[in-house]
């Protein structure tokens, strides 16, 4: 599935996240990846909101956002690439790899592809580390994945399907 099937947020969607979290002990990481998981990312109309009903700052909550690259404050693409970073990866290639993704892409990490198709983002262990260089695209983690073996990836991505009747 690509990822991008999120609903679109609303104040009320918003607040019925937090309002399910805000009540648990370091409540506000939890609501984050609440959000992020159900809208795709957390838009910045949810700061207030957050900081409202935790009685944090609102400088406090986008700090919390800004501190973990996990989380998106834009919309993610209809694709989400992530790179494994983690040590057993780069000893099996994954350097190599995440630079030929950036060119091929022509964007760096936490950038979306101007056609809005791909969006690029580290990560560190998939769980994988034996088979690496590993990637996730969505929710399909894929092994041994060589620059060639990224750019099929890509073209499979990319590529609409159309239907003849
Ligand atoms: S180090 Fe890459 S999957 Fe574990």
């Not at 399910?20 to 990312?41: E, M, S, T, V, Y």
């Not at 560190?124 to 690496?132: D, M, P, S």
Request: some cysteine; hydrophobic content about 40%; overall charge neutral.
């Amino acid at each position: 599935m690509p990822i991008n099937a999120f609903p679109q947020w609303t104040p009320a969607l918003l607040q019925e996240q937090i309002d399910a979290h805000k009540h648990r002990p370091g409540a506000l990481l939890p609501i984050l990846h609440a959000i992020q998981d159900r809208f795709g990312h957390i838009p910045r109309e949810a700061v207030p909101l957050i900081a409202e009903s935790l009685q944090l700052t609102r400088a406090e909550v986008h700090g919390v956002i800004s501190f973990y690259h996990h989380f998106r404050t834009s919309p993610p693409g209809r694709h989400v690439v992530q790179i494994c970073r983690a040590e057993a990866c780069q000893a099996r290639g994954s350097r190599a790899l995440e630079m030929h993704a950036r060119e091929t892409l022509g964007i760096d990490y936490h950038q979306t592809s101007a056609d809005r198709e791909i969006t690029l983002e580290p990560v560190y262990c998939l769980g994988n580390c034996a088979c690496g260089p590993s990637l996730r695209v969505d929710d399909r983690i894929l092994a041994r994945v060589t620059p060639e073996r990224f750019d099929r990836l890509v073209d499979e991505l990319t590529t609409q399907v159309l239907k003849v009747s």
